[in-house]
């Protein structure tokens, strides 16, 4: 389900299904990136924390289902559905 709002904030995403804003850092969901390429590193020991000044550059809706984040760092490939945004934010 696609939140009412969406905010991108310097330092959060802020996700609001009408009852009441929910924010993730973006540290945090750099941290929660489940492409292939994280998931593998994951696997391999390789999971690393991300940078603290690590920034969402860009939010961008996919369907009604799923947000693709893009990060500083260049990483684009993370798809968040919002049901595991909401999760994440629980
Ligand atoms: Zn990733």
Redesign the pocket.
Known sequence: MTPQQVVLTAQTLLLDWGDGPLRLTHVQLRAA???S??EAARRQGRGQTPAQDIRITRVEPLGHYAVQLVFSDG?D??IYPWSMLRQLAA
């Open positions: 990136c489940r492409c390429q994280c990483h490939r993370g």
